[in-house]
């Protein structure tokens, strides 16, 4: 089970840092990811990075602004999001994977969190 928190409202410009925690005992062998969706849109894939956390990618539309990391002593992941723009305002959910790849394919994430939300005010 992913449990996201951090999420909340926060001025055009601002941060937020989110958090996704899990009981389960790979946690250091998955590939963990984040995702958000706004009413109507599909999800879409925001950013993820490797078991290890040797490896990290980037949507396009956050690259510089968003940092992804995790602590797996800790069971958890970290998404710091700067310079927010109201674009930004979303459902964020916390995803993993078990993949033999570098980077596991943004699809085949296949276990979710309830999401938390994110609103960003101009």
């Known amino acids: 089970q992913l449990v996201e928190s951090g999420g909340g409202l926060v001025q055009a410009g601002g941060s937020l840092r989110l958090s996704c925690g899990t009981s389960?005992?790979?946690?250091?062998?998955?590939?963990m990811g984040w995702f958000r969706q706004t009413p109507g849109k599909e999800r879409e894939f925001v950013a993820q990075?490797?078991?290890?956390?040797?490896?990290?990618k980037y949507a396009d539309s956050v690259k510089g602004r968003f940092a992804i990391s995790r602590d797996n002593a800790k069971n958890t992941v970290y998404l710091q999001m700067n310079t927010l723009k109201p674009d930004d305002t979303a459902v964020y959910y916390c995803a993993s994977c078990r993949s033999s790849a570098i980077l596991c394919p943004t699809q085949d994430f296949d276990s979710w969190g309830q999401g938390t939300q994110v609103t960003v005010s101009s």
């Open positions: 990075i490797s078991w290890s956390g040797s490896n990290v």
């Open positions: 389960a005992r790979n946690f250091g062998w998955l590939d």
